[in-house]
């Protein structure tokens, strides 16, 4: 059975920093490119970021880029997603996701949401960016 268990939110400090984790089991995570998905109170989801199998290239959101860094362990089947430079519009749910095809994908599949079942999610870690 799939599992993804998100870890590392946390109520941080404009300017702020932290490491989410997401420990996957269940599937062949090196087959997988994987995803952030962070959801604002009360606004729709938002592909966050993506990277890549193989050659491990990244995807990010025009809001991130710059101050996100996504990066894989794919020995130790977890996804990493480091948050730089917080800003109160930072302040999510944040949801590792697997996509439905394996091997390498084009960004504009990663970044369709759709392409991501529902049962191919975790169950989110609160990030909070508040002074």
């Known amino acids: 059975e799939l599992q993804l268990v998100e870890s590392g939110g946390g109520l941080v400090q404009p300017g702020g920093s932290l490491r989410l984790s997401c420990v996957a089991s269940g599937f062949t995570f090196s087959s997988y490119a994987m995803s952030w998905v962070r959801q604002a109170p009360g606004k729709g989801l938002e592909l966050v970021s993506a990277?890549?199998?193989?050659?491990?290239?990244?995807y990010y959101a025009d809001s991130v880029k710059g101050r996100f860094t996504i990066s894989r362990d794919d020995a130790k089947n977890t996804l990493y997603l480091q948050l730089n430079s917080l800003k109160t519009e930072d302040t999510a749910m944040y949801y590792c996701?697997?996509?439905?095809?394996?091997?390498?994908?084009?960004?504009?599949?990663?970044?369709?949401?759709?392409?991501?079942?529902?049962?191919?999610w975790g169950q989110g870690t609160q990030v909070t960016v508040s002074s």
């Open positions: 996701a697997k996509p439905r095809d394996g091997g390498w994908l084009h960004s504009a599949y990663l970044s369709t949401l759709r392409n991501y079942d529902t049962n191919s």
């Open positions: 990277i890549n199998v193989g050659d491990s290239t990244t």
